[in-house]
Structure formats: C-alpha cells, structure tokens
C-alpha cells in the first residue's frame, strides 16, 4: 500500500488506551503533531502511521489521517485519534458540539488574582514576523469566541500550577488566555514573561480527556501524570504536584469544574 505520510518508528509516544476504532496517546514536548515545513518524517502522525499505517491512509486527507485535534510543539500530553471512519465522524461531531473534555496542567507566574475563573476573550490568529512559528493569536474583538476555564490547584509567593478545561480549540488559547488575565505560562517564549526562573521547556501539559466513546458509547476518562521534565520548575517555584495527595484533589474532580460556574467570570463575557 502507498501510504501518504512516511512511517518513522523511531518516534516514541505513550499509548493510555487502544481499541479497533481509536487510540489515545501521550506526545512528549518537543514533537510536532503533523507534517510541515522541516518536519515532513519526524512528527507524531509519522510514527502513528509506522503502527497504523493502512487504517490512517483508509481515513484518508479528507479526515486528516485520524487527527482530530493537536497540540503545541512544545506541549506534552493526550491526543486521540480516530482509526476508523465511524469514529473520526462521531468524535468530530462530539467536538464541535463541545461534548469532549479537554483538561490542562501549567504553571504560570505570577498566580491569578482569582482561584477560579472562566475566560471568554475572542482570540484572533496574525502572520507571525518570526522565524519559529508562522502564526500567532492575540485577543482581538474581531476573533473568534474562546472559552478557558480554570482553577488554582496550588500555588506559592513565586507562582501557581492552575488546572485549565479549553472549552473552545483556537490557536494557542490557553497561553494568549492566561497571559490575558495577567498569569502568564512559565517557559513560553513566545506569550510567556520574560525572565525568571528558567523552565526547560513551555510548562503546559494536556493531562486528561474525558468523552463519550463514538461506537461503543462508554465513557473513556484518561489521566496522566505530571511530566518528569518539569519537576525542576515546581520546586523552584515551591509548587506541589497536581497530581500528588497534598494538592487540591490531584486535578481530578470533575464537580465544581469553573466552567459550569456561571458566577465565576473574567474578563469579557462573549455568550
């Protein structure tokens, strides 16, 4: 078979959970989600179609491959992707109807001023004059309507690690949304504060997803751990663990999720 996306099994992913129709993986920082520019073998769909290759090329461009979501270079955590046509259509579906939850870990310096929070700020997406990225995202009252919940989970004079639920998917959401409200995500070189203390890499890490199976209709919940490569920047920070006993619920409860709080609103309101 001709496959459209050259398989590389030298790429290393974390399979969390595995059936005929989907796969949910755990990408590490510094992987490219998708072929691009500079990055036509060593991304995670190449390795992806190294293990899947005939049911992907069956999806086809039209259903991306199976991707149905992606994630910074520089971010870690869950993905999911389809690997059969039910299932792409069914989670795409689930996704533009919000019905997928999506739940972020970061660190950000300074804390927010509130311990919880939902962010409704448009976000906007501009050619980028930098030799990195080809776009960025900026708030803008002419950009597309974007939902962040959070909450602090843990925090110290030095900074904060928040739980954030990105209800919408834009481009960069999270990292434009905290540094809008003044809580900028440490390691980002492009949003982020400059100076302070150095993170190895953007200290943001896609730690769950929660969603209705598209075929089989039971509820899939997948967790992670805190990442090993940013456990220098909670402790110079003098930060816990999400997912350690000692912090607030270890990031698992699913009741009091800031974006069900209607009372609990920052910024602009765009519903």
Known sequence: M?????????????????????????????????PGLGHEHDTLLNGLFARHG???????KSRDFGLLHRLDRETSGLLVVALRPRAYDGLR???????????????????????????????????????????????SSAGKPAVTAYRVISKS?????VECRAVTGRLHQIRVH????????????????????AASRLALHAHRLKFEHPVTGDVIDVRTAWPKDLRGVLSRLKLKRPDDSGGVDGGKKVDGDAVLDEDSLVGENES
């Open 54 to 60: 005939a049911k992907l090329q069956n999806l086809g």
């Open 157 to 161: 004079g030095l900074g904060a690690v």
């Open 93 to 139: 579906k689930a996704f533009e109807e919000r019905r997928i939850s999506k739940y972020y870990w970061a660190v950000v310096q300074p804390a927010p001023k509130h311990e919880s929070g939902v962010i409704r700020k448009p976000i906007a997406e501009y050619e980028a004059d930098n030799r990195r990225v080809r776009k960025l995202a900026r708030v």
């Open 2 to 34: 001709n496959l459209s996306i050259t398989p590389n099994e030298a790429i290393n992913f974390k399979i969390h959970f595995e059936d005929d129709d989907l796969i949910i993986i755990e990408k590490p920082a510094r992987l490219v989600t998708q």
């Open 178 to 197: 905290m540094e809008a409200i003044g809580a900028p995500i440490v390691g980002d070189g492009l949003y982020g504060p400059r100076g302070g203390p």
